[in-house]
C-alpha cells in the first residue's frame, strides 16, 4: 500500500456470513455495486480465490461514462479479508470485522494519481453506503438470511 492509501469503513447490522455472501456473490454484486443512483454495474466476473480474477463492469446509467473495475486476489481469507491488486497495480484491502450489533468493513486502497482523494473517498463511501442498505435489506427480522 502507497503511504496516501485513503480508508473508508461502514457497519452493517446483519451477520458476517451475510455480509460475506452479499460482498462476493455475483448476484449479489449486481444489486449494489455503484456509488449513486445514476450508476450501475451490468457484469461481474468473481473467481474468489488466492490468484483468481474478477470483473466488474461499472457504467453510468445515461452512457456518458464507464469503466472495468478488474485484478487478482492476492489473499482470501473467508469472513476475515480481502485483498487485491488491480491491473494498473494499485492494491486494495478488504478488512471484516464481527461487532456487536454486525459487521464493520475497513477498506484501504490506493488511489488514482490524478484525481482528487476526497472524490475517491467520497465515490467509495457511496458504494459501501449501497451496500449496507442493500445487505440491511437481505437480512429478516430475527436475523436469517431471506
Known sequence: MKNNAITVEVSIQAPIETVWTCWTAPRHILQWNQPSAEWKTSRVENDLRPGGRFLYVMEAKDGTEGFDFEGAYDEVEIH??????????????????????????TETFDPVEGLSAQLQQDFCAGVLENFRRYTESQVGEAGAEI
Do not use: C, E, K, P
Not at 80 to 105: E, H, P
Open 80 to 105: 476475515q479479508l480481502i485483498s487485491y491488486t488491480l491491473t494498473d497495480g494499485r492494491q486494495t484491502v478488504n478488512l471484516f470485522t464481527q461487532t456487536a450489533s454486525g459487521t464493520t468493513i
